[in-house]
């Protein structure tokens, strides 16, 4: 983690936005806010804090504003979204294997609808070389498609079921999902909720997204398309990260190294030495059969 946080930490953003950006960036971009109005009172199931080993689907967009929007470091070099997004996703994948290498990758893309063009394996160099290759089309696409997004995750995955009590019994392994999204004057179409609620209906399964995005403006849509995405956490259990500058992205990319069964609610999480650790909210404890929507 030290690694990944000091090449994180080595260059810092260019602001571009003035004022009103920053503005509006802080009060109705950031997860603690929005995330927290949301999911602060969801019921959860106490797992094991497990390293098990994961199998992890890195989740891609190639749309065309992956292409146009770009980002500076302080040293002055450019990135559009596809080139920050592939470092963040490589850096995630290097140190996460390092951490377990039993952990397994999958790697999907998308545009409007998804494809799933690497299986899991634990040899994260082969999930990487296939993440050099992936390419943007000069072709517009329409808004993604999440229904058809979670469809095919479905497709492309096995739960472990639960054995015994899963507050004692871990898994023999999770499956999360992270998506890496790079538009921001598109709002994805929201999904029939059944197949979403059926892959969460395990509590072996977790979402995870990075938004990267233009400044936020009245001239594009940012605000809209995050709070789509902090409803999509039902169980409160996700962590979603929004940002719109170069150093920030590569740092929330190092906070989804932490284990989804080892790490707190996302509004619970700190990380500054001697920072006051929060109080938890209590959260209400349920079965896995009352899981089940």
Known sequence: MSNMNA??????????????????SQQSLQGENMKGNITSHLPSIPLPNVDCPE????????????????????A???????????????????HKSQ?????????????EEATMIHSFTTKAQDVLQTLDESEIEPQESDSFNLTHF???IKENI????????????????????????????????????????????SPYFFTDVLYIHEPPSEENKCEEIFHLFCELDHNGMSYIFEQSKYTPILSSGAKLLAHPLQRP????????IGSPVPTPVPQPVVSVDERVY
């Open 76 to 94: 002055g070099d450019k990135y559009s979204g596809l080139e920050l997004a592939k470092r963040a996703i490589k850096m995630f994948v290097a």
């Open 55 to 74: 199998k992890i689907i890195i989740c891609l967009d190639l749309s065309q504003e992956m292409n146009t929007t770009t980002f500076r470091s302080r």
């Open 265 to 272: 609610r996302q509004l619970d999480a700190v990380y500054k």
């Open 150 to 152: 979670f469809e095919t």
């Open 99 to 111: 951490m377990n290498p039993k952990h397994q990758f999958a790697f999907l893309v998308f545009k």
């Open 7 to 24: 090449a994180a930490t080595a260059e810092s953003p260019v602001d571009s936005g003035g004022s009103k950006q920053e503005s509006l």
């Open 158 to 201: 096995d739960l472990p079921e639960v054995q015994g009590d899963p507050r004692v019994v871990p898994p023999p392994y999770v499956v999360r999902v992270l998506l890496v999204f790079g538009r921001s004057h598109s709002v994805p179409v929201s999904p029939c909720q059944k197949v979403q609620r059926e892959l969460e209906s």
